[in-house]
């Protein structure tokens, strides 16, 4: 154990595993590994679970009091691992779940008539999909 560095004093001396970007996206970088944009995106899909699902006319799409909730924990909880400084796992649970919701929502929310909440929720969950992806696949190794 006399040759052997402890794994903490290991991961001390590596060097940071991000890039710094260059380009058009430099500008959007510091916002990538910023909490602000799942800080934004969180309070909406809490707000939408307020709303009863009998408020909606009938043939709108909203989605289920489940996703509502559990999206608005996700990215709260996102947020805090970009607050706590671990911008390589908090964009990756950005990237993940957003393109989970995406996934789920996307199609039936762009069809008319729309709900502005729920187009606001796709929206944002859109931005963050390629703010945090952008960082998470391209920036980091």
């Known amino acids: 154990m006399e040759g052997?560095?402890?794994?903490?004093r290991a991961n001390l001396s590596s060097p940071s595993t991000s890039q710094t970007a260059s380009g058009v996206f430099s500008h959007?970088?510091?916002?990538?590994?910023?909490?602000?944009?799942p800080l934004a995106v969180s309070p909406c899909s809490a707000a939408s679970a307020v709303?009863?699902?009998?408020?909606?006319?009938p043939n709108v799409y909203f989605p289920p009091y489940l996703h509502r909730v559990g999206f608005?924990?996700?990215?709260g909880g996102a947020a805090y691992v970009l607050a706590a400084g671990d911008?390589?796992?908090g964009s990756g649970i950005a990237t993940a779940w957003s393109l989970t919701y995406l996934f789920l929502h996307l199609r039936r929310s762009l069809k008319?008539?729309?709900?502005?909440i729920t187009f606001a929720m796709t929206a944002?969950?859109?931005?963050?999909?390629?703010?945090y992806g952008t960082e998470y696949f391209m920036y980091q190794i």
Not at 51 to 57: A, C, E
Not at 72 to 75: C, E, Y
Not at 124 to 131: S, V, Y
């Open 112 to 116: 008319p008539p729309f709900y502005p």
């Open 124 to 131: 944002g969950t859109a931005a963050c999909a390629a703010l």
């Open 28 to 37: 959007f970088q510091p916002y990538a590994r910023s909490k602000f944009s």
């Open 51 to 57: 709303i009863p699902s009998t408020v909606v006319r």
């Open 87 to 89: 911008a390589r796992n």
């Open 4 to 8: 052997k560095e402890s794994p903490e």
């Open 72 to 75: 608005s924990l996700v990215f």
